[in-house]
């Protein structure tokens, strides 16, 4: 059971029931308790980041400390932390609505560039210019990471307590509407957060007895909704069904989106232009520009080989303790389907018995529920196959994907990018799936990997691996970077 402000009881997977608006009060006493909820949410992320930037300042000098031959002064780059919070209440960051945590990780690097650069004006008079570079450097870097994982937890609390996210009706009665309000349900982050749907029963369609939110009214009574409401939120898979289209103008609402369904199609970071009475949107192809193919070169460079080279140790003792456990290789190398379907010979530690093959063969024949569940996953809850004691830790850890930071630095993947599969798995996607996943180069994170992980199927697969290739960039990259540790740490699916 959730509650909206005004005291509408919303109770999840009720009947098509209409609660009705006499249930909402007669004067805007919401009013101020929207106000308050922008308010709280407003200042908890701003103490996320001014604590994040003077955090960062501080381990940033203590590093350059420990490397230059003087001590430097933090003092006059503290005095730049309070624009920080500026800047990123001018780009929309503390509304708490919104955007998408990609595009907030983007303008959140804007943020941070605005704020080093008048570090750098007001340090530069009494701090040495090496030195300041370098601080400054640590500064933006430290900032930048701590400041994405600190907005996360401030974000989890404030969707536990019901702040974060505008409150939001749906206009439209069609299953679109339905399927989308158990979208912004499961995905709190984006920053909508329904509490209801406008429209006559008579007009919902067949099937649509059960809902997720209740209905608070309909389209005569929308306007004493909107003193409850932040956002109107217009749902249609080709064309609005519920409403016509001359009537949006005359909608009482302060936002209005309209929303459709783009699952085919580039629809991160689109631009709408205004071509005299149309209305046209405009996609930049990012992984067509040279340019942006080199900076995720670099990118991978910059990552894989020192973080390649301090795990030398850790790969050593773990190949160590696979050999104890079975004799036998501690490193194989698997032949998968890489960029532009060409074999690709992936390296990992051993985490399976030697005669693997031979194990799945026998335990798939004699238990049709977990061949069932390897056609499905191509994957087993139990593994015979797994090695006894460690095997299954190194897994979770991914800890056996170690090796394959030189598959990274060879250029042979990229840090971020769809899984390399074997050719089996690949031949549970339909042709143009095999195409559009090979027509980038495989990766040793993606977003299955930090949102779904395993317990996703192959139809979650397609549709994350999709979504990553038809909307990448180096922000898409970078998310999924900082996505990655939380994901390990977790181990939520992984086998």
Not at 129 to 157: F, H, K, Q
Not at 329 to 335: D, K, S, T
Request: glycine fraction near 8%.
């Amino acid at each position: 059971m959730s509650r909206l402000d005004t005291g509408v009881p919303l109770t999840f997977g009720a009947t098509a029931k209409r609660v009705g608006m006499s249930h909402l009060p007669a004067h805007d006493h919401y009013a101020p308790t929207r106000l308050r909820r922008r308010r709280i949410v407003a200042a908890t992320l701003a103490l996320g980041d001014l604590t994040s930037a003077l955090g960062s300042i501080q381990l940033a000098t203590l590093f350059v400390d420990s490397v230059v031959a003087s001590p430097i002064e933090g003092g006059a780059v503290s005095i730049a932390a309070p624009l920080l919070l500026v800047v990123n209440w001018c780009l929309g960051l503390y509304a708490g609505r919104g955007p998408s945590p990609i595009e907030r990780l983007r303008l959140r690097a804007l943020g941070t560039l605005a704020f080093v650069t008048a570090a750098y004006i007001l340090a530069a008079p009494v701090v040495a210019l090496g030195s300041l570079l370098l601080l400054l450097a640590c500064t933006s870097l430290v900032t930048l990471v701590l400041g994405y994982y600190i907005e996360a937890i401030v974000r989890r609390i404030l969707v536990r307590h019901g702040l974060w996210g505008a409150p939001a009706a749906l206009i439209g009665c069609n299953e679109a509407s339905r399927d989308l309000a158990k979208m912004l349900i499961a995905q709190p982050e984006l920053g909508l957060r329904p509490v209801g749907f406008v429209g006559d029963l008579v007009d919902w369609e067949e099937g649509m007895e059960r809902l997720p939110i209740p209905i608070l009214g309909s389209l005569t009574e929308a306007s004493r909704l909107a003193a409850h409401v932040e956002v109107a939120i217009l749902a249609g898979s080709n064309h609005l069904t519920s409403i016509d289209v001359a009537h949006i103008a005359r909608l009482p609402f302060a936002n209005v989106v309209l929303v459709h369904d783009a699952r085919d199609m580039q629809n991160f970071r689109l631009h709408t232009r205004t071509l005299g009475g149309s209305l046209g949107l405009e996609i930049r192809r990012d992984p067509r520009l040279s340019g942006n193919l080199w900076l995720k070169r670099l990118i991978d460079l910059l990552i894989a080989v020192p973080l390649g080279l301090a795990s030398l140790p850790l790969i050593a003792a773990l190949a160590a303790v696979i050999k104890i456990v079975d004799p036998g290789p501690a490193f194989y190398a698997q032949n998968r389907v890489g960029h532009h379907g060409q074999p690709l010979r992936v390296f990992k530690l051993r985490t399976m018995y030697a005669d693997a093959g031979q194990r799945l063969k026998d335990h798939l024949s004699g238990d049709p529920l977990a061949r069932a569940e390897w056609e499905r996953y191509f994957k087993l809850s139990n593994d015979p196959r797994i090695l006894p004691l460690f095997g299954n830790l190194f897994r979770r850890a991914s800890l056996d994907e170690l090796p394959q930071l030189w598959n990274v630095i060879r250029g042979d993947m990229s840090m971020v990018g769809p899984r390399p599969f074997p050719s089996y798995h690949m031949e549970g996607f339909d042709q143009n799936f095999q195409s559009l996943r090979t027509s980038v180069a495989q990766g040793l994170t993606g977003l299955w990997q930090v949102s779904s992980r395993s317990n996703g199927d192959l139809e979650v697969q397609k549709a994350q691996d999709a979504f990553y290739i038809r909307n990448w960039s180096i922000w898409l990259d970078l998310f999924i970077i900082l996505e990655t540790l939380p994901a390990l740490l977790s181990a939520k699916g992984a086998k």
